[in-house]
């Protein structure tokens, strides 16, 4: 049995879904996703990091906190990326 709680992704809006979908379902780049979505690279991760900080509150009351995704690189906010 896994320990680890569902993600509901229903708690993120649209674009966010989008974003989180797109980064780690799809393996899609940054720059990919942007060009896929019509917006800039800046605005993708704005979405991602707002999506991450959603998704991080409402797993809050969990004693696990799953953090990682299914590519090549974690999921990371922009408080661990650096400069």
């Known amino acids: 049995m896994n320990d680890f709680p569902s993600i509901d992704l229903s708690v993120l809006t649209a674009r966010q879904r989008e974003v989180i979908e797109m980064r780690y379902s799809s393996c899609l780049s940054w720059a990919?996703?942007?060009r896929f979505l019509g917006i800039g690279v800046r605005s993708v991760r704005t979405h991602h990091d707002r999506a991450i900080a959603t998704l991080a509150g409402s797993l809050?009351?969990?004693k696990h906190l799953l953090v990682g995704g299914?590519?090549?690189e974690p999921l990371k906010t922009s408080a661990s990326r650096p400069g």
Do not use: V
């Open 70 to 72: 299914s590519c090549a």
């Open 60 to 62: 809050s009351h969990s």
């Open 32 to 34: 990919e996703t942007a």
